[in-house]
């Protein structure tokens, strides 16, 4: 039998309290009202509306809901074009995810987020090597270096900072 995809996978939904478990953060309560009850494959449509507005969701939300949902922004990396143009302005769709995602392993990272370090720097590999295929690729609107080296130096930083978990 195979396994489902992490996207796929059901169980609990976290509570209020796993967005916030301060009680207080007004980050974590705005995540809580974009992605508070919802499964995965609804928490993953809403993503796509506004990646860009809601990859902060993810960096504010507690480490229970993080580690709930991380298979949104799993999917969303897979099968997502690292670039895109639309009305002639080029937009790097995975820019502030890496930045997301290390936000949440701290020193205080709870064992449900600390579970997905190797999980993790497999996806960092896969992002990395989709980076250098569409900057090799010479495509017109992949133009812009400081944006590729910025994009790069995220990934790299966040496959850094993972790797203290790692030898844990």
Known sequence: MTEKPPWEKSGP????????PDAGDLDAQVAW???????LSEAYQRFQED???HTEDFM???????????PVLERYLLVTPVWREENGVEWCQILGLGAAIQFQFTKETLPEVRE??????????????????HV???HPYISNPEIQQHVIAEWDALEQHLQQFEEQ
Request: charged share 20%; net charge positive; no cysteine.
């Open 13 to 20: 939904l976290p509570g209020e309290r796993d967005f916030d």
């Open 136 to 138: 090799a690729s010479g």
């Open 116 to 133: 997905l370090v190797s999980h993790v720097l497999q996806l960092i590999s896969y992002v990395k090597e989709s980076i250098k295929v």
């Open 33 to 39: 009202k974009h992605f508070g009850g919802s499964t």
């Open 51 to 53: 990646p860009e507005k």
């Open 60 to 70: 504010y939300m507690g480490g229970k809901a993080f580690a709930y949902y991380f």
